[in-house]
């Protein structure tokens, strides 16, 4: 979308027009979803907080200094709005907290080949309270000490849950990593046995005719 | 080591996550959901105009409710009004005549007024009240009626006669009398008011709750005697039959007490009343407060007779005229609270009062003093203006603790429609001190 599309329809919006608010929210929804999907539990959460994200947006269009990007204040929104949405369950977040993490040993996750969907799911798996944490430091890029003041807590319960949060992804990329060499290994079993199969058919059959 | 394995880790994550391969997932469910929230917030501010048509309708059903718990007191009066015979005679031969009779029957105990009567004249009042022509003086009283009369109460007038106890002029509690040739026949005019010097309440003959309206014209004498008459004593019953308010989770009654202004005109003429009353409030939506209840009003105030309305004919216009009402104002109002911190509330408010006129009189002040006129006068009939007062109030609210609280509220009255028999636009200005009394707190544990 061009810049003066965008300002049209933010035009639109500020104008409350439903049609501009439809096409600026189709425009943005699959940016915004991604935000939302990886602090929400599931789909169904995230699209719950994506609407009070525009709803906030639609509501407040007029404060968006178009002279910033478009992106970075919708994204901000709706971060915040997930962050709401998270102190609203707070009580469970704290009960979260009690939980032990297990120590699991280092690896090398360069190389490791998990595609969105993966990360997402293994991300969308962990507790609210671990989740939020790493979202905000290790994607989003927030210090311990913003993160803190963002969700009232302490820095220290924020390095807590951002170590636990880690511990449980080590342990969701070692599962995976099993699970796909279980899997490989039955392809290979599988592909030897046909190759197996078609090699032997050849060879009788060349055999048979160089015989 | 640990901290670029970490790193390794959350690069993983940002890198994956920051780039969704399914941009395609957008759904018109979510757009329909939210378009629905957005649809909801579009009607909000209607609600606002809605809420003077919800409070009205709020309003008529109390109505409804009080019109359904008065009947039997409206009836219960007016049958004890319509039993009340008034007899008014002025004489001036036949009080000498009289007099012997008077004398002998007076008594310090006077439950009956006997009469004495001048020349046949009759004066009818507002077709209730009789006035007598009887010239038989032995038998004291003969009814004319334009109405008809029990034959209970002709025979008991006639018994009554016997051992009637007489009073004279002074013994009736505020007759008013202004030294006039005028002739009682000279003021009853086919259509012409008549004028109600005193309203002497037959508690002065034991039977409480009745009215009687007695006329008063400019006479010489005052050997003026007026003679009330009740059949029976009738049984005083405490009818005020309370309203009976379905229990409703309230959140809080308030007793109210104000000092107020009111004026007919400007406030600058204004005169000082009291209003006491009883108010329920239940919070509804977030800030909005409705309420309801009754309060009693002694409104006292002055007008000219540019502003007074009647059909009356003054010969000489009064320069000035006092006016004393007696209201019961049943307000309904809503708040909107537009402060709430710690202990302190502080809320405005419109609603709609409705008056029950309970007492209306006025007194006549003439620039000369021996200008010939009426006096006084007390109007009859008790009148019912529904939703005829706007109300605008302010209100500071400071809890003192979970169950009491104590505000103030300034507030003003102003007439939409016409009130009591003058047709004045009475605007009344105050402020009152309430006690709060949270109901919510009886159901705590």
Redo the contacts between chains.
Sequence with gaps: MGEEELHQLIKGCIK?D?KS??LL??AF??FS??IC??YAGNRDEA?EV??QG??KV??NIERYDVDRPFKAWLGKIMMNVSIDYYRANLKMAYTEDLEKAEHIG?????D?N???????A??QRLPQAYRTV?NL???DGYSHDEIAEMLNINAGTSKSNLFKA?QK??QM?LDADTKANNYNRGIDYTSTVAINAIGIKPMFFNNGIRE | ??EN??K???????N????????????ED??D???K??DK??RRPGLIFWLPVLSSAAAILIFFGWWFFTPAVVTHNQIKQQQTVAVINVTKNRVANNADKIAENKKPANDNVASLKKENSSVSLHNKILLNGNTDTKKELAVNSSKPVSPRIINGLSQTANRSKLVNVQDIPKMNMNSSTETLANNSRPGAETLVATNYDVLANGIPGSNQYVVSTPVESKDIVSNSYKPAPVKTENTVTKLGFVKRPQLALTFLGAPELNSAGSLGNAKSGTNVGLLFSAGIFNKLTVSTGANYSVKPYNTDIADYHTTYKFKTNPSDIEADCRVLDMPINLDYQIYNKHKNKFSIGTGLSSYIMLHESYNYYYSDPTTKGPVAFTVPQSGKYFFGIMNLQATYQRQINSKVGLSIEPYMKLPLTSIGYSQAKLQTAGVAVGLNWNLNSLTKP
């Design positions: 409350q439903r608010q439809k929210y189709k929804y699959g979803m991604a999907l990886r699209a994506l609407n525009f709803f639609f509501k280092d690896g090398d996750y360069s490791k998990l595609n969105y969907n993966d990360l997402l293994m991300v790493f430091f290790a994607i880690r992804l080590k990329i | 080591m640990k394995n970490d390794e880790l959350d690069n993983l994550f940002k994956g996550l920051e780039d969704p391969v399914d941009q395609s997932g957008y759904l979510d757009w959901a939210l378009e929230m957005l917030q579009k």
